[in-house]
């Protein structure tokens, strides 16, 4: 069987070694070239990436690309892993081929029902619109959106490795869905983020697909190669608000930072969890000035080193929590051992109260 997995891009980067990645440069129609195969070439919608992102890329593979059995989408610095954490291999790929129909990532577990989540960080008609065409296109998978798109699971990022005829059959349908909700939406006036609206439903109706048809898919793990390129920015913007003590700059930057970009807190861009750390300092200083505490960030430690702090106070009240799941029937047991911890760290018993608050929602019993 020839596999090949196309790593999708918009820059340069360092590829996997094995040949089975292909570097694939998306909305080349746009943009310099980086040295790599493109999506711009034959028939294309490669001048159309910012609305769709990666779907560029992963339209030109169904009508351009018949040198293989099996294809799979992937991200420059987001891939397919196995259990143990190494990268798949031509050998990896035939074995789950043979069991299963697609390859796709966990799925991810959403703090609110689909319909919610997108309607707070997108247009909301334009997934009214998606369902008004599935309903006339494909009445038949209307039911099951209509029900979907109230839970709160989804697949993400547009990732899959399956056989070829498959991949074709999928991209058949999601385009001929996509190209109709493009005609009757209009993104003009989207920031960046909102334009690529059509890859982010894509993302649902990947979801949508695979249950209608029920597919026998391996959820697999996906590994991180890099952090994004923005996330690294505000937290090297973030860390020097913390140097100066500035917390009503840190907290206004990043305010406008996820105004801007929704999506920053999500795992896929915060893979080490160090924004949300961010905003829990921020929130944590606060509430110890309007307390008379000293803040924590005049204990002057380096950004590593405080976020470290923070890592590990939420640590011990995850297994605090763990070991006392009927908090409110034993609240006074629970702020003892919590203050023994913050006080043998030189943190404040707000530091311990917020970390209550984030991890295990202490709130109302963790008050004097």
Not at 163 to 187: G, N, S
Request: glycine content about 6%; some cysteine.
């Amino acid at each position: 069987m020839k596999v090949q997995i196309f790593a999708m891009t918009h820059k340069a980067f360092v590829p996997p070694q094995d040949p089975m990645y292909v570097p694939l440069q998306v909305g080349r129609a746009c943009h310099e070239p980086l040295g790599y195969a493109a999506d711009h070439t034959g028939d294309s919608i490669s001048a159309l990436n910012a609305y769709y992102s990666e779907l560029t890329g992963v339209y030109w593979l169904w009508k351009n690309y018949r040198d293989t059995d099996a294809v799979g989408i992937c991200h420059y610095r987001r891939y397919f892993i196995a259990e143990d954490g190494h990268l798949y291999t031509k050998a990896d790929i035939e074995r789950l081929l043979l069991s299963y129909d697609m390859v796709v990532t966990k799925k991810l577990v959403l703090r609110m029902p689909y319909y919610d989540g997108f309607s707070a960080t997108h247009d909301e008609k334009d997934l009214l619109e998606t369902a008004r065409v599935v309903e006339e296109k494909y009445p038949d998978y209307a039911p099951l959106f209509h029900k979907m798109v109230h839970e709160r699971e989804t697949y993400f990022a547009n990732m899959m490795i399956c056989r070829k005829p498959l991949y074709d059959k999928y991209c058949a349908w999601l385009f001929d869905i996509l190209f109709e909700v493009q005609k009757r939406t209009d993104p003009t006036g989207y920031d960046n983020y909102r334009k690529r609206v059509y890859g982010f439903l894509s993302e649902f109706l990947l979801t949508v697909w695979i249950v209608k048809n029920n597919l026998h898919v391996y959820e697999s793990c996906v590994g991180m190669s890099a952090e994004k390129s923005e996330t690294e920015e505000i937290k090297l913007q973030l860390s020097a608000y913390f140097a100066k003590k500035d917390i009503p700059g840190a907290k206004k930057y990043l305010l406008d930072a996820l105004d801007t970009r929704p999506d920053l807190l999500m795992e896929a861009s915060d893979i080490r969890g160090e924004l949300k750390l961010c905003m829990q300092v921020i929130a944590t200083c606060e509430y110890e000035q309007s307390r008379g505490e000293l803040p924590i960030l005049e204990q002057g430690m380096p950004f590593a080193e405080l976020l470290k702090q923070l890592r590990q106070l939420n640590q011990f009240v995850e297994r605090l929590c763990g070991e006392e799941p009927d908090l409110a029937a034993d609240a006074e047991a629970f702020r003892k051992k919590l203050r023994v911890y913050t006080d043998a760290h030189g943190l404040s018993g707000t530091a311990g109260e917020i970390s209550a608050q984030v991890i295990c929602g202490a709130g109302q019993f963790m008050q004097n």
